[in-house]
């Protein structure tokens, strides 16, 4: 794998950027070269945020995402704007909590309701990130599952980490399940 | 001072056993690198631009920070409001960034390794104390990670319009020292650097960082805190009336006392005589006025660094510094890939500037592009360096949105001058 260009977008408050961190640092438990990089607004909730992921095998020199292989999109806004720099056979995944019209069909598109899907079993909406990251890394194989829960515990504070790993794995089950012909 | 010494030249060897490093805790406070890599039971470790200065400053030796914090910097105050006070630094919020620069200059003269970091807005109002750290001659270190301006402008995107700031802010024709990284990795070798020449020329080095930089975070191979090489002011070896605060016999590098050790000295930002005192004297002005002049242009070798990235035989260089050196890089390597004989000449010092390196580029090319996002600064810089039409054109390519420069946008420029 030479250089996978991995964006997560939608609004401030989602986690997208903590996401991409701890992709990020699972990439580096990986011995691979990384880069993470972000762009928000001044406000900490709402605002669009998108935050981006480099790993490769080389030295990166751009540290943004141009020509995605992978798109998180967790509004309808990010996936408006976004999806059109998605490359040939990349991979898109939606929220269909909060994105009701895809504007292109991307070949590999998964659509599932992940913030439903986190209140419904987890209760809140907070762990919507991870659980998506957990959908993510088991589809793509970008970084080892291994690595991201090491990188995950490092990450985020010792009460949330059991609530974290969770999502994780719901993540896990569903991408597993969309692989073994129930795609949605 | 003597303190900061001991901290990183004892930091390196490893405790040998846990009872004997708590024994030893007293004196033998591991370095940052050695905790991150505890930490992380590794050496290659995922940081941000802005942590990596905080560290760069802590293996530097800084035991002193006042600052207000502002986006997007923040991240070097929060980090250094941590770390400082462990290790028996200290960390002061100030009310703002006059303030913040005045106390970094007064902690600098008592002894301490001081620095401070801002933005834009900050850097602005920083400018007065800037030039009284420089005509006092006062070791310090200003990080200004950039934003979008005029004014608060747009707080999370990525500038390079303090260039000509950086240079020509503070009034009164004063020297400049200003570092530019490129990387994570960087930032942290830079900001050792720039605490490093802050002390051995006695004046305020300026360390600018992009908005991109000092946010993003990257797999970074830290170097071995072994190896960093740490200089720290030349102390008077004089009694206490001997001493001159700015002793022109010492080859413009003269020696630094702190208050508080017996010595007695004056400080004003008024032109002064070789003790400190004010003077109106033509000939005095002017001495002082060359010291502050010939410490940079004497030593303009060990100031200067810049990065050739396949240079050797190329038709047409890009000239840029910082994150759009990132995506020079990358446009180079798609031109060499489809044949184009592209370079790049990256400034690590921007002040004083390259002045030899890009007579030399301008000689050996066709063309100079000179990507940047602000409205044309540095290629003022390499144009004046241009003697006549013979040689190569310089093209400029500007972008002031808050946005990097992508490398198909470097690219089609490229192909356009082609």
């Known amino acids: 794998m030479k250089n996978y260009e991995i964006r997560l977008s939608g609004s401030g408050g989602q986690g997208l950027i903590l996401a991409s961190i701890i992709l990020a640092r699972a990439a580096v438990i990986d011995k691979r070269h990384v880069t993470q990089t972000q762009s928000y607004g001044p406000e900490s909730r709402g605002g669009s945020s998108r935050a981006d992921v480099i790993i490769s095998d080389r030295e990166i020199y751009f540290p943004e995402a141009m020509n995605f292989n992978c798109l998180l999109a967790l509004t309808q806004e990010a996936c408006d704007k976004y999806l059109f720099d998605l ?6 995944i939606v929220d269909t909590t909060f994105v009701k019209n895809i504007a292109l069909a991307a070949d590999n598109t998964y659509e599932l309701p992940f913030t439903d899907i986190a209140i419904e ?3 809140s909406a907070i762990s919507t990130n991870i659980l998506a990251l957990g959908f993510l890394v088991r589809l793509t194989k970008v970084v080892k599952e291994e690595s991201l829960e090491i990188s ?14 969770k999502a994780l794995q719901i993540g896990y089950d569903l991408a597993d399940q969309c692989t073994s012909g129930s795609k949605k | 001072m003597s303190k900061a010494k001991e901290n990183t030249k004892t930091a390196a060897p490893k405790a040998k056993t846990k009872a004997k490093a708590k024994a030893e805790a007293e004196v033998k406070v591991p370095g940052p690198l050695e905790e991150l890599e505890q930490k992380h039971e590794r050496k290659n470790v995922l940081m941000q631009g802005n942590e990596a200065v905080a560290y760069g400053a802590l293996d530097a030796g800084c035991n002193f920070f006042a600052g207000y914090p502002i986006t997007p910097s923040t991240e070097i ?12 630094g200290v960390f002061i919020q100030m009310e703002d960034e006059i303030a913040s620069i005045c106390a970094i200059t007064g902690a600098s003269l008592a ?3 001081a620095l401070t970091a801002t933005s834009g807005p900050g850097f602005s109002l920083m400018q007065e104390g800037i030039g009284f750290a420089k005509i006092t001659e006062t070791p310090c270190v200003v990080v200004n990670v950039q934003r979008a301006g005029p004014s608060t402008g747009m707080p ?8 000509m700031q950086a240079r020509w802010g503070s009034h009164g024709d004063s020297p400049a020292i200003v570092l530019y990284p490129d990387s994570v990795k960087e930032s942290y070798e830079l900001t050792i650097r720039a605490i490093n020449l802050s002390e051995k020329y006695r004046t305020c080095v300026i360390l600018l960082l992009d908005e991109v930089i000092g946010h993003m975070r990257e797999s970074v191979l830290l170097p071995d805190l072994r190896n960093t090489r740490v200089i720290n002011r030349i102390k008077p070896n004089v009694p206490p009336h001997w001493y001159k605060h700015y002793d022109k016999d010492q080859k413009y590098l003269s020696p630094l006392a702190s208050y508080g050790e017996g010595y007695r000295f004056h400080v004003t930002g008024l032109t002064h005589d070789s003790l400190g005192f004010p003077t109106n ?8 006025m060359a010291r502050l002049r010939n410490k940079i242009t004497y030593n303009i070798r060990d100031l200067v660094q810049i990065e050739s990235h396949q240079m050797e035989d190329a038709k047409i260089a890009i000239f840029a510094a910082g994150i759009t050196a990132r995506s020079a890089k990358a446009a180079v390597a798609i031109a060499r890939s489809e044949g184009i004989k592209l370079g790049l000449l990256r400034p690590l010092t921007i002040w004083p500037f390259p002045d030899e390196a890009v007579r030399k580029m301008l000689q050996n090319v066709e063309a100079v592009i000179v ?19 013979t040689e190569g054109t310089v093209v400029g390519l500007t972008k002031v949105n808050g946005q990097m420069l992508t490398p198909n946008e470097i690219l089609s420029k490229v192909k356009e001058v082609m």
């Open chain 1, 87 to 92: 490359r040939d056979n990349g991979i898109l």
């Open chain 1, 121 to 123: 079993r987890l209760g």
């Open chain 1, 152 to 165: 995950l515990r490092q990450s985020v504070k010792p009460a949330f980490i059991d609530l974290n790993l």
């Open chain 2, 77 to 88: 105050a929060e980090i250094l409001a941590r770390e400082l006070p462990k290790r028996g």
């Open chain 2, 111 to 113: 002894g301490a390794k």
């Open chain 2, 156 to 163: 999370t995107s990525p500038s390079q319009a303090d260039i």
């Open chain 2, 281 to 288: 004297k033509a000939a005095e002005g002017a001495e002082m």
């Open chain 2, 371 to 389: 990507p940047e996002l602000n409205q044309g600064q540095f290629i003022r810089e390499i144009k004046r360096l241009t003697k006549d039409k």
